[in-house]
Nanobody, 124 residues
Framework: VQLQASGGGWVQAGGSLRLSCAAS????????MGWFRQAPGKEREFVAG????????DYGDSVKGRFTLSRDSVKDTLYLQMNSLKSEDTAAYYC??????????????????WGQGTLVTVSS
């Protein structure tokens, strides 16, 4: 599956951004999906994931309560709403998907498709 991520940009601390991820072929409900991020000089980090059915979501500890995943079955798009952004949220964000999984995962190696990344910069 090919993934197209968008929505990154510059925002002041405390602000919000919404990332989008369009899957091709469409029907994101055919995939377990999620987001990872990587800041310069740091390890790749799990951000959030959603099961194939959409009934289960998981969030990394550092974003829990601030970020929300949702999926629009009509537009075939996965969204990551990011609120109360902090400078430490600055990173390249990658959309991921896997057609063989039913559940999401916090391991990057469990996803066989990766988007190109969209950069989020939070200024303090």
């Amino acid at each position: 599956v090919q993934l197209q991520a968008s929505g990154g940009g510059w925002v002041q601390a405390g602000g919000s951004l919404r990332l989008s991820c369009a899957a091709s072929p469409p029907k994101p409900s055919n995939y377990a999906m999620g987001w990872f991020r990587q800041a310069p000089g740091k390890e790749r980090e799990f951000v959030a994931g959603i099961s194939r059915s959409g009934s289960s979501t998981d969030y990394g500890d550092s974003v829990k309560g601030r970020f929300t995943l949702s999926r629009d079955s009509v537009k075939d798009t996965l969204y990551l709403q990011m609120n109360s952004l902090k400078s430490e949220d600055t990173a390249a964000y990658y959309c991921v998907a896997d057609s063989t999984r039913w559940t999401t995962s916090r391991r990057a190696s469990d996803f066989n498709s990766w988007g190109q990344g969209t950069l989020v910069t939070v200024s303090s």
